[in-house]
């Protein structure tokens, strides 16, 4: 007789979905990884995508083991700000700073 459960059993015992148990299952994989490795950079988009809750929990993991978390959607969202605010200023020959 085998010792295990299939996925879907196994989420419905827990109360969750199967794609739950997958993130589950992707976030243990990258801790280990982190733990592993000593100097990990986990880059995320969004802090919410890492973790709902407990990001902070997280976070402290990841540098207790030399790592640390890059979230980059506040850098893009200042590198957009910065191209639209110079496409602004630019193009229409009335402000400083044009060639026209």
């Not at 419905?12 to 990258?30: A, D, F, P, Q």
Request: hydrophobic share 35%; no cysteine; glycine share 8%.
């Amino acid at each position: 007789m085998e010792n295990h459960i299939s996925i879907g059993k196994a989420a419905k015992y827990l109360g969750v979905s199967i794609n739950t148990l997958r993130v589950w299952e992707k976030k243990k994989m990258l801790l280990k990884a982190v733990k592993e490795t000593n100097s990990a950079l986990v880059i995320i988009e969004y802090k919410d995508r890492l973790a709902r809750f407990g990001y902070a929990y997280l976070e402290k993991y990841i540098s207790d083991f030399g790592g640390h978390i890059v979230v980059i959607e506040k850098k893009l969202s200042k590198v957009i700000e910065s191209e639209v605010t110079a496409s602004e200023d630019n193009g229409d020959g009335d402000n400083p700073g044009t060639d026209s």
